[in-house]
Nanobody, 123 residues
Framework: QVQLVESGGGLVQAGGSLRLSCAASGRTFGSYVMGWFRQPPGKEREFVAAITWTGGNTFYANSVKGRFAIFRDILKKMVYLQMNSLKPEDTAVYYC????????????????WGQGTQVAVSS
């Protein structure tokens, strides 16, 4: 069983930065894809970024490309989302997720989820 625990959310002013962390445990992740999703208030969950555990290949939603960066620490089993130049529209609950196999931007294809961490960006 895979466990994912997010941390690092909070309140920040527009233009500021936050780093989210996701601690992964329960098994080895060699064949996994790790993703970050978010759910803004009153909206559906949406893809933010993903990274392949072994190769470190990254994928981003157009809305965050150039501002956010996803990276992982294999030894620590941690996945991070560095968020820069934050905008009020980035306000959401951010979730860490994991799936086996090919990368995907579809939340339904991810098998494991963390509990989420709130990010609020004030204007």
């Amino acid at each position: 069983q895979v466990q994912l625990v997010e941390s690092g959310g909070g309140l920040v002013q527009a233009g500021g930065s936050l780093r989210l962390s996701c601690a992964a445990s329960g098994r080895t992740f060699g064949s996994y894809v790790m993703g970050w999703f978010r759910q803004p208030p009153g909206k559906e969950r949406e893809f933010v970024a993903a990274i392949t555990w072994t190769g470190g290949n990254t994928f981003y939603a157009n809305s965050v490309k150039g501002r956010f960066a996803i990276f992982r620490d294999i030894l620590k089993k941690m996945v991070y989302l560095q968020m820069n130049s934050l905008k009020p529209e980035d306000t959401a609950v951010y979730y860490c997720a994991a799936k086996i196999g090919l990368d995907s931007i579809t939340s339904a294809e991810y098998d494991y989820w963390g509990q989420g961490t709130q990010v609020a960006v004030s204007s």
